[in-house]
């Protein structure tokens, strides 16, 4: 569909985009995301509460996920033309499995004991496990799932599916371990992995032959050097998303945090559809401003507000920086957009979850103030240059 202006988003919906292939690939992308967050509210516990380990390991161990985002990145693009791109997946998703599961032995046995060691080893192979699962599933399959005029709203659902899961995983881990334990919520976070490696498995995706000479190491679907500065603003302001999960926050605040993802999908349609990025982008951070402030608030409502006011400007900051990377990318580096896109979101929180954790000590205001800050800092970078910048060098 032709924009009516190249700097508003519009994006109108197509049902035929919907069909089973498709819902199976976003289903599998919220299974897979889901099974990674869920171990974010109750990791941290565990590893303070049950195995002694101070703020800084526990930040450091949080934090090293977003190491292992970047680690295959670069061999990326020749896995998946070397071998079939889903079966590239399904390893990557059964690897995710098996780190999940490590937690469960090493817990269980003992001959065994929680290390440190361990624990970093574990995050830092989870997170290389997962950021080539999402690369090759959001660079390559769910883009050929449907056809080229779809593409954009393709991978705007599959991101919406991706931002459920920050709420949805989080809700589903605190309520498997006060119902069961963490025995147990590892077991559902494991099939989650494996229920994502079936409906991958179930979508058929045509042969494709290698290219010849492909290169071991390659920049395509892993990085897009050109989208710089939007990578750093994005990375700051989902540092601030890693500061906010690094609270001690509860199924309510989770469950507010998901009604504010809902309003901003509504408020998407409707409010800004054909609005410019840079007052949508400006709006979204407002928005987390506002929720941090109201975190310092004492009043109990404070905690259904301040979520819900995060979840609905991060939802809106989403859905604008995704078009953002789509709109610099030239017509053969769609992929590799996502795939930058998805390193910045998920290593901003994961660097976020290092400050919070192991610099922040879960000071409510230290927590509020940083957040307010850095977002501060990065609504500056914003208006000031990076959506100048994106105007001078956008392609669509």
């Known amino acids: 569909m032709k924009e009516k202006n190249m700097e508003a988003q519009s994006s109108i919906a197509h049902i035929r985009l919907w069909h089973r292939d498709f819902w199976f690939m ?8 889901s099974s990674v967050y869920m171990l974010l509210p109750i990791l941290p516990l565990w590893l303070k509460n049950v195995n002694g380990f101070g703020n800084l390991e526990t930040g450091a161990a949080m934090g090293v996920f977003g190491l292992g985002l970047v680690c295959f990145g670069p061999l990326c693009s020749f896995l998946i033309q070397k071998y079939r791109r889903n079966i590239v997946c399904v390893c990557a998703v059964f690897f995710m499995a098996l780190s999940v599961f490590a937690i469960h032995l090493v817990e269980n046995m003992e001959a065994f004991s929680v290390t440190f060691e361990f624990v970093l080893c574990q995050r830092f192979l989870l997170g290389a496990a997962f950021g080539l699962a999402q690369m090759v599933l959001i660079s390559t399959l769910i883009i050929d799932t449907c056809e080229s005029c779809q593409r954009t709203e ?33 077991w559902v976070a494991v099939g989650s992995s494996l229920l994502a490696i079936f409906m991958i498995v179930t979508v058929r995706f045509p042969f494709r032959a290698p290219a010849d000479n492909i290169p071991l190491f390659s920049l395509d679907r892993f990085f897009l050097l050109r989208g710089f500065p939007l990578f750093i603003n994005l990375f700051l302001l989902t540092a601030v998303v890693g500061i906010m999960f690094s609270c001690s926050l509860t199924e309510i605040s989770y469950t507010a945090m998901m009604g504010g993802f809902l309003l901003s999908l509504v408020a998407r349609r409707f409010v800004f559809q054909n609005a410019e990025l840079k007052s949508e982008a400006v709006c979204g951070m407002i928005l987390v401003v506002a929720s941090y402030w109201v975190l310092l608030s004492p009043l109990e409502v404070a905690e259904y507000i301040s979520p819900f006011l995060f979840g609905t400007g991060l939802g809106i900051l989403g859905s604008c920086f995704l078009l953002l990377f789509v709109k610099l990318s030239n017509h053969c580096q769609r992929g590799t957009s996502q795939s930058t896109f998805m390193i910045a979101w998920e290593g901003g929180v994961a660097f976020g979850l290092f400050i919070g954790h192991s610099l922040l000590s879960e000071n409510k205001v230290l927590l509020a103030v940083s957040g307010i800050g850095i977002t501060v800092v990065a609504m500056l970078v914003y208006i000031l240059f990076t959506h100048k910048w994106f105007t001078l060098n956008k392609n669509r």
């Open 154 to 186: 393709a991978n705007y659902g599959a991101a919406w599916f991706s931002r459920f899961a920050m709420s949805l995983g989080p809700l589903t881990g605190i309520v498997c371990c006060s119902l069961f334990d963490f025995d147990v919520m590892l």
């Open 26 to 33: 976003v289903i599998a992308n919220y299974l897979m995301t």
